[in-house]
């Protein structure tokens, strides 16, 4: 992979309210032009919508979530007042097994989608035959990071993108060989995206446009077979 010489990052603007239902591909190429090459990054929180993942909950009790997310984890790591980081089933570790109460209407909770790298194919190929154009699209979401304070937005799932670009065996900028590196990049256009679109400004899909065409793929990508880290490699579990 080089180095680009110039990024954009896009906010789409315009689009309606998203409910259950709603063609996403549709929406993003009535709302934007796509060229060949671009990668959509669309917000975890839209396409939960679109595909109904959002259950009721009790406006009055702030903590009427809490049941879903004890559902939603398969596997409870800390817990300190009402935080519960969690492992979800789909492999995630995060906070409230990413049961999340923002940007949604007063009285629900949205839930992550059932299969993120689905969601993401299922919005690349409605656009590819929509607009004849060839993008890569990221589902992104937020994220804390342990270690570190604040939060960042990262990819939950990917189509058309790799998920992680292995530099290992080439070389660097002094001409050593790289050893371990492998570069998280949908991770990177999810943060970078993330600068545009905001946590309240009502932005929730961006274009980057001009990325390394080594970073796109047509062959099958998953974020969850090829960025999670197998439990047998983690030092902290």
């Known amino acids: 992979m ?20 709603a063609d996403l591909a549709g929406l993003i190429c009535g709302a934007t032009e796509l060229l060949d090459g671009d990668v959509v ?3 975890q929180k839209v396409v939960s919508k679109a595909e109904g993942a959002v259950e009721p909950v009790d406006p009055s009790d702030p903590l009427s979530h809490k049941v879903i997310v004890e559902r ?3 596997r409870v790591l800390r817990r300190r007042g009402e935080l519960v980081i ?11 097994a990413g049961v999340d109460l923002s940007n949604v209407q007063a009285g629900t909770a949205a839930l992550l989608p059932e299969d993120s790298d689905r969601s993401a194919r299922r919005i690349r190929d409605g656009i590819r035959a929509r607009s004849g154009v060839t993008v890569g699209v990221v589902v992104s979401d937020t994220f804390g990071r342990p270690w570190r304070r604040g939060v960042t937005d990262v990819a939950i799932g990917s189509a058309g993108v790799r998920p992680v670009l292995d530099l290992r065996g080439t070389n660097d900028a002094y001409g050593r060989e790289l050893a371990v590196t492998e570069v998280a990049v949908v991770d990177e256009i999810a943060a970078a995206a993330e600068l545009v679109m905001g946590k309240a400004t009502g932005v929730p899909v ?6 390394d065409p080594a970073v ?17 490699d983690d030092l902290f579990r």
């Open 206 to 211: 961006a274009v980057v446009r001009g990325l």
């Open 216 to 232: 796109l793929c047509d062959e099958p990508a998953s974020v969850r077979d090829d960025l999670l880290r197998p439990a047998a």
């Open 41 to 43: 990054v669309v917000t």
């Open 2 to 21: 080089t180095a680009a010489p110039e990024l954009r990052i896009i906010p789409v603007t315009g689009l309606p309210e998203i409910t259950r239902g």
């Open 86 to 96: 969690s492992e979800t089933r789909h492999g995630f570790v995060c906070a409230n």
């Open 72 to 74: 939603e984890s398969v």
